[in-house]
């Protein structure tokens, strides 16, 4: 599976994972990503496009885990997604990918 990360500052990075937490590896076939931030004073939207070609995964189904890491100025941080399916948030907890495209 992969995970694509982003930053409300332009930052971003994709991994590939051979297995359930393992196997990481920064992923090369992506030189890029296209996203935006729009900023609000009670938050921020991002919109991403991705061309999944070089990833061999234009044709798949997809499962997908949607989640946000907040860390407020004050140093507090908290953890958001469609599903934490265990006590603790994980985000790669296999119950967590739960949109389906």
């Known amino acids: 599976y992969w995970e694509f990360n982003l930053s409300p500052d332009g930052h971003w990075n994709v991994y590939r994972f051979e297995g359930y937490r393992s196997g990481m590896q920064a992923e090369e076939a992506l ?3 296209r996203f935006t931030v ?3 004073e009670d938050g921020c939207d991002m919109a991403l496009g991705v061309d999944l ?3 061999g995964l234009a044709a798949a189904a997809w499962q997908v885990a949607v989640a946000v890491v ?3 100025a004050g140093g507090r941080v908290s953890f958001w997604a469609l ?3 265990g006590a603790e948030p994980d985000f790669h907890d296999p119950g967590a990918f739960v ?3």
């Open 38 to 40: 729009s900023r609000r």
């Open 99 to 101: 949109l389906r495209l």
């Open 83 to 85: 599903a934490h399916p």
């Open 31 to 33: 030189s890029a990503l």
């Open 53 to 55: 070609a070089p990833l």
């Open 70 to 72: 907040v860390a407020e």
